[in-house]
């Protein structure tokens, strides 16, 4: 058996010298990590040392594919980056779309681990085993599209970009880096790790042929999986996420006012379908060869120059941050602040739930518009647009906002910290846990902090029961969705679905290997596991698991009126014991010495 699904090739690029090194991992690090998010736990976990500041030289950023990529199989257009996340010093893995995971696998290579800080602006050239820097100062300062555009130029549309705006470059810590314009590694703030770094861009081509074991296996699931979906008849076909924004106001679950309520009076206005008509242009960027093509482009004008047409991408999250969570229901208008975020490189989530945090911190008093330099209440298009320049440039208030809710309600005070909406010091979703059973344990226990991408609840319930008789089903969502960023299979093949069989197919195909489903259930353990160590290892607490006040509070109307997150803190509590003990941890969160050796993770323990 070859395994020639993987490289088994670790390329290592050091800023600071402008070096490389190849690393030949063992066989037993991909067989039980797999590739993505767990190879990248496994890395992190690995070599970076505890205590490591996030935006320090030393820390660690790796761009990861996966045994998939590169093969006829069905939605593997998906990537991942793994780090020490600054906006909440824990583990970060964050995923997206485009072309970049493919064409690292293809140059030769599993991962790519960036370590160092170049002493001046930089662009990372890999093609294929040729690996050079290039000066990045004339592209330093610029957005996100011209950056991608102007490197394309220079070194072909067969190359792939991924590259931070000015928000990374200026360490904002809400700062993500776009791949191909339309796809994000949003959460955590991984944009400003790669600023610290003084890296604004990775070019990529990669032109090898990757082989399998089996590569019919993988065909006759691709062919299952397209059947379905040709016979499928849901609104995601033909508009991605962004009917849901009805859907989640059906089950309370949508954002308003900062997260008052979750259901938006003004919801109907944000229109998919009419969205399409007013907006909608026939280009989309969706991940090559995918047939879901969830990413559409919509139409409008720059607000920093109405004189120029530009194209947006908008989905549901933004549709949800920055539509009911600011109190804006025009269509366009959120267009055009998924734009500037898309441009400037800030994730479209924590970019409106800082926001609707400021927002509501001027509505109450506690920010002046003095101190803001302008008026911002609920539903100021102008206002949210300038501070999204703000946050990006770190000018004025963005100083403080662009650290994210958590510390900046520290730093804020005057009762704030009541009406900061995060976990772990990240920005919660748009999809509110008051809403439906079992989320704010999913947010609360997240590796990263809140996240949607963690498992889902099977039933849009309302909490109105306790949590505890669906923590295990819980946990196997959330093992299975690991098991999807270790392949690089895309979140939305829930849709279909592509089901665990499927992917232990494919799988098994490429490797020529025997996984089961009770191994990959197994392997979801262990990189659960794994994670919870680095965060532990990082001072993280079982106080961190939890929820923030607002979701305490009853939603006051909608389909979920009178509803928390829980029925009470008890249940919370009693939750996450149910949680520890299926994982095999201590009733403190810790992971125990029995569950570590029997994943085989003991030997990591020393490092």
Avoid at 232 to 258: M, T, W
Avoid at 478 to 502: A, G, S, W, Y
Avoid at 519 to 544: K, P, S, Y
Wanted: proline fraction near 4%; hydrophobic fraction near 35%; aromatic fraction near 8%.
């Amino acid at each position: 058996m070859t395994h020639e699904c993987w490289n088994k090739k670790i390329l290592w690029v050091d800023l600071t010298t402008e070096t490389i090194s190849i690393e030949h991992l063992e066989e037993t690090v991909y067989t039980n990590f797999i590739g993505g998010k767990g190879l990248g736990a496994y890395l992190l976990y690995k070599y970076l040392s505890k205590g490591v500041e996030p935006l320090s030289p030393e820390n660690i950023f790796i761009l990861l594919s996966g045994p998939l990529q590169g093969l006829p199989a069905p939605s593997v257009g998906r990537w991942s980056i793994v780090t020490k996340s600054p906006l909440t010093g824990i583990f970060l893995d964050s995923h997206c779309g485009g072309p970049t995971g493919r064409d690292i696998k293809k140059a030769g290579y599993d991962a790519v681990c960036l370590k160092g800080r170049a002493d001046s602006p930089k662009i990372l050239i890999i093609d294929n085993d040729i690996i050079s820097f290039e000066d990045a100062s004339e592209y330093w300062g610029k957005g996100v599209y011209e950056t991608t555009d102007l490197l394309h130029k220079k070194y072909g549309k067969d190359f792939s970009v991924y590259t931070i705006g000015p928000g990374g470059e200026n360490q904002s810590l809400i700062a993500t880096a776009c791949c191909e314009v339309a796809h994000q590694t949003g959460r955590g703030g991984g944009g400003a790790v790669l600023g610290s770094k003084n890296l604004k861009a990775v070019v990529v081509r990669g032109t090898n042929k990757i082989h399998a074991h089996n590569v019919d296996a993988i065909r006759e699931v691709n062919k299952e999986f397209n059947t379905k979906w040709q016979n499928l008849d849901i609104d995601f076909k033909k508009y991605g996420s962004r009917h849901l924004v009805e859907i989640a106001n059906e089950v309370g679950q949508y954002p308003a006012f900062n997260f008052k309520n979750g259901y938006f009076d003004e919801f109907r206005r944000l229109d998919h379908v009419e969205m399409d008509e007013k907006f909608g242009v026939k280009g989309q960027h969706s991940c090559p060869h995918c047939v879901m093509h969830c990413t559409h482009a919509f139409k409008t004008n720059d607000p920093r120059d109405p004189s120029l047409e530009i194209e947006s991408m908008v989905e549901y999250e933004t549709l949800g941050l920055l539509g009911g969570n600011i109190g804006i229901s025009d269509p366009e208008a959120v267009l055009k602040l998924n734009y500037l975020c898309d441009d400037l490189g800030l994730d479209t989530i924590s970019a409106g739930g800082v926001i609707g945090f400021a927002m509501e911190a001027f509505e109450r008093g506690i920010l002046s518009e003095d101190e803001i330099g302008f008026s911002l209440p609920f539903g100021d298009t102008t206002g949210a647009m300038r501070l999204l320049s703000m946050l990006a440039t770190k000018e004025g208030i963005g100083e403080i906002l662009s650290n994210g809710v958590k510390k900046s309600s520290q730093e804020i005070g005057k009762g704030s910290e009541s009406f900061a909406v995060h976990v772990k010091g990240l920005e919660i979703p748009a999809w509110d846990p008051r809403g439906r059973l079992g989320q704010g344990l999913l947010y609360a226990t997240g590796d990263i902090g809140a996240s949607h991408l963690r498992g889902w609840p099977a039933k849009a319930v309302p909490p109105d029961t306790s949590v505890v008789p669906i923590v295990e089903s819980l946990l196997h969502g959330r093992f299975e969705k690991t098991i999807k960023d270790c392949l690089e299979v895309c979140h939305f093949t829930n849709r279909i679905p592509l089901t665990m069989d499927q992917m232990v197919r494919m799988v098994n195909g490429a490797t020529g290997l025997d996984y089961t489903q009770e191994r990959m259930t197994e392997i979801g353990r262990r990189i659960e596991t794994l994670t919870r160590m680095f965060n532990v290892r990082e001072g993280m607490t079982q106080a961190d698991d939890t929820i923030p006040p607002r979701l305490w509070e009853p939603q006051t109307h909608g389909p979920r009126e009178g509803m928390r997150s829980f029925m009470n803190e008890e249940d919370l509590q009693a939750g996450l014991q149910e949680y520890y003990e299926l994982l095999g941890w201590h009733a403190d969160g810790i992971p125990t010495n029995e569950t570590i050796k029997h994943l085989g993770l003991e030997n990591l323990c020393d490092n």
